[in-house]
């Protein structure tokens, strides 16, 4: 879990209710991984506003323990920069602890760059950049 805990997060039915609301907008950004019939991940993509500006962002990148450093980590992220691109975006946030130095790395060896820290210290925001020739 990126931030150690799920303190905070609010209750399971508050989730749940929450994620049909994001899939009735964005469909494909909610998506399970499944390998041989057995759930080894799963993505939370969505589209925003952030300072005046419509932005993509991942909300959970998640793969099960034994199937990182396989490779599959850049396929969910090149899945998640084409459901940006294909919802015109240019520009895709997320946030991380600061203490998941193995994320911060994976994010940084894919092109994201660190904007700053947010929640007094808690979680460091990152942003990726896309080149998409249908915005101008």
Not at 53 to 76: A, F, S
């Amino acid at each position: 879990m990126s931030f150690g805990d799920s303190t905070g997060f609010g209750e399971d039915e508050d989730y749940l209710h929450w994620l049909r609301n994001k899939t009735c907008n964005h469909p494909k950004g909610f998506v399970l991984i499944e390998e041989d019939g057995k759930v080894i991940g799963q993505l939370e993509l969505s589209v925003k506003e952030f300072q005046g500006k419509r932005i993509g962002y991942v909300n959970l990148y998640y793969l099960i323990p034994e199937e990182r450093g396989l490779g599959k980590g850049k396929e969910l992220h090149n899945y998640a920069k084409q459901f940006f691109k294909d919802n015109f975006v240019q520009e895709y946030h997320l946030r991380v602890s600061p203490t998941n130095t193995a994320a911060i790395g994976f994010y940084r060896n894919n092109g994201m760059v660190e904007v700053g820290p947010e929640a007094d210290g808690k979680v460091i925001r990152m942003k990726g950049e896309l080149y998409n020739p249908f915005v101008i």
